[in-house]
C-alpha cells in the first residue's frame, strides 16, 4: 500500500525535450516529411477512388444508352362498344397520364430520385409509304412528360385535332379508315413534299390504306429534349431504321388526335410505354445496391396486379449497376493492396529512422540515465517529443489530402502515425536501460548460450507469426478472393474480414524478407571464410565488415521490402496496360465489328462484300451471333451467346490477331448422321466438353448438339456455344449472318460510311474509352505512384542505414589506415561493407515481387478492369524491373564516396581517442 501512495506520474523536463529537439532537428524534420508525404497519400487515395466510383457508375449508365432506361409496360382496356363495334375513347390522353402516375408512384422515392421525370411514349405499327421509289415507313407517335410533351412551335397549320366533336361515337370493325391527324416536323415535310392538309399515303402490313392526315408543321423547342431521343423519327427522317435502304418519318399525335389515332388501327397495334431515363449525375456509389434491388424487386412483381391493367416492368438498370459495382469494389481492394504495401514500408523506414536518431542519442540518454533520469521521464519525454512530430506531421500531410482531394480517410494514415509516435521512445528507453543495467556478462559458457539462444528463440517466434499470418493471408486470399461482397445489399467497403487478404502482399514481401535476412549473414561468412584463403588483404576486410554487419535486421528488410512492393507495382501497372489492349481484342474480336440490326440481317453478305473490297483490309468474317440462345442442357435451360460462323474462316481470323488461338475448332466440321459439334464456353461450368445439348427452335424439333471442346471468348461473354455454319445448315437450320468482323489498317475507314441499319464498334475506341475510364486510369496512376514511392522509401531506408553504421564504419577504417591501408583502398573495403545487402536488395528484391505477382494478380480480379473474360496474365517489364534495380545500386555506389569525402576532415588523433 506504501509503494502504491509513494508513485508519482512522470515528471518531464521541458528544457531537454527542446535541447535533444534542436539537436536533432534534421532526422525529425526527415521523419516529419516521410509521415505527411505517406499521410497525404493514405489520405488522398481511398476519397479520390471513392470520387472515381460515383464517376465510373454514372459513366458506365450513360456508356449504356437506352439499356439503363426503366420502362413500364400496360395493355389497353378494350374498346368494345355495346353494338359490336369500337367506342372512341376521349379521354384517352387522361389515361396515360394515370398510367404514368402509376409508374412514377411504384418507383419508389429512392428510384425516382435517380431517374428523369417518366415520358409516356404511345407508338403505332410501323405502316409503308405507298409512293415513292424508294422505301419509306411512317409511324405516328405520342408524347406525354409532365408538360404533356415536348414543346414545338407551329410554322404552318395547326395542332393536330379530333376527327369529330367531342361525343359518344363507336364505329364498326369493317368500317371505313378511320381518319387521324398527325403533325410533321419540317424536315419531315420537306422530304415527303407534303404539307398542311395533305393525306399521307401509307399501309399496314396487311396492304389496307390508313387515313392519316397532316394538321400542320413544327418546329421542336429545343430539339436537345431528351423525349426526342425516345422517337428520332419526329425530328427528322431516320435512314435503315427499319432495313437496308429504308427511311423512317414519324407523325407527332396530340391529345385531341390520340383517340382517333387507336381507331385508325387494330387495338392490340397501339402500345403505350412509360420511359424513365436514368439520370447519371444522380448516381453514386453508394446508392447503387439499393436502386439495383428496387429494380429487381420491380420486375418480381411485373404483372403482379389483379386489381387493375398489371404493369409489366423492363429493365437493364439493376445489372449495369451490379456490374460497376463489381468493377468499383475491385479496383478498391487492388487500391487497398498497394496502399497497404506502401504503409508497411513506410513503417519499417520509420523504424530505421528511429534506430538511426537513437544510436545519435544514446551517449546523452546514458548520461541522462547515469545522472539519476528515470526511465519513466525519459520514456515521457520522447513520447511527448515524437507524438508531437508525428501528428503534427500527419496533420499536414491530411490538410493537404482534403485540398487535393473530395474528402480525406485518416484511417490509413494511423499506422504511420502510430509508428512514427512509438518507435523512437521504445528504442530510446531501451538504450537508456541498457546503459544503467547492472547485470553483468556470465563467466559461465552454458549461460552466455542459453542468453544467445533466448534471443534467437524470440525472433524466431516473431518470424514464425509473420510466417503464420502470411500463409494464412495468402489462404484466404486464394479461397475468397479480395473483392467484397457488394451484390448483396452491402456497402462494399473493406471490412475486417478483408484486412488479412488485403495484407497478403505485405506479409508475402516481409517473408521474403526475412527469409533473405537469414540467408544473407550465413553468405557472408561463407565469403570471409573464402576471403582469408586469398592473399588480398582488401577482400579479407570488405568480407569481415560485411559479415560483422550482416545481422542488422531492419535495413535488409527495408530494402527487400521496397523494392519487392516497388517491382509489383511494376508489375500490376503493366499487367493492366497490357490486359487493356487484350480486353479490347476480346470485347471486338477484331479490328472493326458490325452488329446489324435485326431488321437489316439480309443485307449482312452484301455489307461483307463491299468492306471485302475496300482497300487496306485484310479479313472479313461473317457470323450470326444470338445472345441468350435457347440452349438446353439435361432438362435444364441456358442462355448462353450462340455463334454460329464458318469455323475455318473464324480460325484464320484468330490466328492473325492477338486473340487466343482456338485449335479445337477444326473439330467443327460438317457431320455426318449424328448430333452437331460444339465449343463451349461456361462462367460457372455449367458447359463442359461431352455434354449433350439441345438448341430449342420455334415450330420445329431441337437440334442435338455435342460439345467437343472449349470455344474461344466471343465479345467478352461468359457463355458461349460455337457451331459450324455448314454443319448447323445440314442438320436443317440454316443462319442468317447480323455480325461482320474485319481486320486489317484500313477496318476503320472501311466501316465508317455503311448505309446499313447497324452499330459498329471500333478496337481503337474500345481502348481509348477503357484507358480514360475513371477507376482504370485512377488504378494505373496509383501503381506508378506506389512504385515511385517505394522506391524512394527503399533509397531512404539505404541511406539510413548507411548513416546509421557510417560512424563505427569509418572509426574502425581510419584505424586501419594507421596499418597503411590507403585512402582509396578504404573506400573499396567500404564498399565491401555496404553493397552486399544493396545488392541482395536490387536482385532478389524484382524476383520476389514477381513471385508475388504471380501469386496474387489472379485473386485480384483485374478482368472486371481489363474487360477480359479471363484473369490477364502476370506481364514482367524487364527493363522497369531493371531500371529499378539500377537505381538502388547507383545510390548505393554514391554512398560510400560521399561518406569518404564528409570523413577526409577528421583527424586520426581524435578517433585514435575516441576509444570503442
Known amino acids: 500500500m506504501n509503494r502504491w501512495l509513494t508513485r508519482r506520474w512522470p515528471a518531464p523536463h521541458w528544457p531537454s525535450i527542446r535541447g535533444r529537439g534542436r539537436t536533432d532537428l534534421g532526422p525529425l524534420l526527415l521523419t516529419g516529411a516521410v509521415i505527411a508525404i505517406v499521410a497525404l497519400l493514405a489520405g488522398a487515395v481511398p476519397a479520390l477512388l471513392r470520387a472515381a466510383a460515383d464517376n465510373a457508375v454514372q459513366d458506365t449508365v450513360r456508356r449504356a444508352g437506352h439499356d439503363s432506361n426503366v420502362l413500364a409496360h400496360a395493355d389497353w382496356e378494350r374498346d368494345d362498344g355495346p353494338n359490336g363495334g369500337r367506342v372512341r375513347t376521349a379521354g384517352l390522353a387522361d389515361d396515360i397520364e394515370n398510367f404514368r402516375a402509376r409508374a412514377t408512384y411504384a418507383l419508389g422515392p429512392d428510384l425516382d430520385a435517380a431517374l428523369l421525370p417518366p415520358v409516356a411514349v404511345v407508338n403505332g405499327p410501323i405502316l409503308s409509304v405507298s409512293e415513292g421509289n424508294v422505301p419509306r415507313t411512317f409511324q405516328f407517335t405520342y408524347l406525354a412528360g409532365d408538360l404533356d410533351g415536348p414543346d414545338v412551335t407551329w410554322v404552318a397549320g395547326n395542332a393536330p385535332g379530333p376527327a369529330v366533336p367531342d361525343e359518344y361515337i363507336e364505329v364498326p370493325y369493317d368500317g371505313p379508315p378511320w381518319p387521324v391527324q398527325v403533325g410533321l416536323s419540317e424536315a419531315d415535310a420537306a422530304a415527303l413534299g407534303l404539307g398542311p392538309g395533305d393525306r399521307i399515303p401509307v399501309k399496314d402490313g396487311q396492304g389496307h390504306d390508313k387515313n392519316v392526315r397532316i394538321s400542320g408543321i413544327y418546329r421542336p423547342a429545343d430539339s436537345a429534349d431528351p423525349a426526342w ?133 544514446t551517449p546523452a540518454l546514458s548520461a541522462a540515465r547515469q545522472r539519476g533520469a528515470a526511465l519513466p521521464d525519459l520514456g515521457t519525454e520522447l513520447v511527448i517529443e515524437s507524438t508531437v512530430v508525428a501528428v503534427s506531421a500527419a496533420a499536414v500531410g491530411l490538410a493537404l489530402a482534403r485540398a487535393a482531394a473530395p474528402g480525406v480517410h485518416w484511417a490509413w494514415a494511423v499506422p504511420v502515425v502510430l509508428a512514427g509516435a512509438a518507435a523512437g521512445p521504445a528504442f530510446g528507453t531501451l538504450a537508456a536501460a541498457r546503459a544503467s543495467r547492472d ?298 449472318p447480323n455480325t461482320v468482323w474485319v481486320t486489317g489498317p484500313g477496318a476503320a475507314r472501311a466501316v465508317s460510311n455503311i448505309d446499313v441499319a447497324a452499330d459498329v464498334v471500333l478496337r481503337a475506341d474500345v481502348l481509348r474509352t477503357q484507358r480514360v475510364a475513371p477507376l482504370t486510369a485512377g488504378l494505373l496512376r496509383l501503381a506508378w505512384t506506389a512504385a515511385a514511392v517505394l522506391l524512394a522509401l527503399g533509397l531512404l531506408g539505404l541511406m539510413l542505414a548507411a548513416a546509421a553504421g557510417a560512424s563505427e564504419r569509418w572509426q574502425t577504417l581510419t584505424r586501419l589506415r594507421t596499418l597503411g591501408l590507403r585512402p582509396r583502398d578504404a573506400r573499396w573495403v567500404a564498399a565491401g561493407e555496404v553493397l552486399p545487402p544493396v545488392v541482395v536488395a536490387a536482385v532478389c528484391g524484382p524476383l520476389l515481387g514477381a513471385l508475388l505477382a504471380r501469386l496474387t494478380l489472379g485473386p485480384l480480379d483485374l478482368r472486371l478492369l481489363t474487360g477480359q473474360a479471363a484473369d490477364p496474365a502476370a506481364v514482367l517489364p524487364w527493363w522497369l524491373l531493371g531500371l529499378l534495380s539500377v537505381a538502388v545500386l547507383a545510390a548505393a555506389t554514391a554512398v560510400v564516396p560521399v561518406e569518404s569525402a564528409l570523413r577526409r576532415r577528421d583527424r586520426l588523433s581524435e578517433v585514435l581517442r575516441a576509444g570503442e
Open 229 to 361: 431521343q425516345l422517337a428520332p423519327a419526329l425530328l427528322e427522317p431516320v435512314p435503315g431504321a427499319d432495313g437496308v435502304g429504308t427511311t423512317r418519318f414519324g407523325g407527332l399525335l396530340s391529345r385531341e388526335s390520340l383517340p382517333d389515332a387507336r381507331l385508325a388501327i387494330d387495338e392490340d397495334q397501339l402500345r403505350r410505354t412509360v420511359h424513365f431515363v436514368a439520370e447519371p449525375d444522380a448516381l453514386t456509389w453508394d446508392a447503387t445496391a439499393a436502386l439495383a434491388s428496387q429494380v429487381v424487386k420491380l420486375k418480381a412483381v411485373s404483372g403482379s396486379s389483379v386489381r387493375e391493367e398489371p404493369l409489366r416492368w423492363e429493365s437493364q438498370l439493376d445489372t449495369t449497376l451490379r456490374a460497376a459495382r463489381a468493377r468499383n469494389s475491385a479496383a478498391s481492394a487492388q487500391a487497398a493492396v498497394l496502399l497497404v504495401g506502401v504503409l508497411t514500408a513506410t513503417v519499417l523506414v520509420l523504424l530505421l529512422a528511429a534506430d538511426l536518431l537513437v544510436r545519435r542519442r
Open 439 to 736: 547485470r553483468r556478462q556470465p563467466a559461465n559458457p552454458t549461460a552466455r548460450r542459453w542468453i544467445r539462444a533466448t534471443g534467437q528463440l524470440r525472433r524466431t517466434a516473431v518470424e514464425v507469426a509473420v510466417l503464420i499470418a502470411a500463409v494464412a493471408a495468402f489462404g484466404i486470399l486464394h479461397q475468397r478472393g479480395i473483392v467484397p461482397a457488394a451484390d448483396d445489399g452491402g456497402t462494399g467497403e473493406l471490412t475486417g474480414d478483408l484486412i488479412l487478404p488485403i495484407s497478403a502482399l505485405a506479409l508475402g514481401a516481409l517473408v521474403g524478407a526475412l527469409v533473405l535476412r537469414r540467408l544473407v549473414p550465413l553468405g557472408a561468412r561463407f565469403a570471409l571464410r573464402q576471403a582469408l584463403r586469398s592473399r588480398r588483404p582488401l577482400a579479407v576486410f570488405g568480407a569481415a565488415r560485411a559479415a560483422t554487419t550482416a545481422g542488422r535486421a531492419l535495413p535488409l528488410l527495408v530494402l527487400v521490402s521496397s523494392t519487392a512492393l516497388a517491382s509489383f507495382a511494376l508489375i500490376l501497372g503493366s499487367t493492366v496496360t497490357r490486359g487493356l489492349a487484350d480486353g479490347a481484342w476480346d470485347t471486338v474480336g477484331a479490328d472493326a465489328r458490325v452488329d446489324v440490326g435485326a431488321d437489316a440481317e439480309a443485307a449482312t453478305p452484301a455489307l461483307a462484300e463491299r468492306i471485302t473490297a475496300a482497300p487496306g483490309v485484310d479479313q472479313v468474317v461473317v457470323a450470326q451471333v444470338t445472345d441468350s440462345a435457347r440452349v438446353f442442357s439435361e432438362s435444364t435451360l441456358l442462355a448462353p451467346r450462340l455463334v454460329i460462323v464458318d469455323t475455318a474462316a473464324f480460325q484464320r481470323l484468330l490466328a492473325t490477331t492477338p486473340l487466343p488461338d482456338a485449335s479445337a475448332l477444326a473439330r467443327l466440321t460438317a457431320p455426318g448422321p449424328g448430333d452437331v459439334p460444339a465449343l463451349v464456353r461456361s462462367s460457372r461450368g455449367e458447359l463442359r466438353a461431352g455434354t449433350p445439348l439441345q438448341l430449342s427452335r420455334d415450330d420445329a424439333p431441337a437440334i442435338r448438339l455435342t460439345a467437343v471442346g472449349t470455344a474461344p471468348s466471343v465479345g467478352g461473354a461468359g457463355d458461349v456455344v460455337i457451331v459450324d455454319v455448314a454443319a448447323l445448315a445440314d442438320a436443317g437450320l440454316p443462319a442468317v
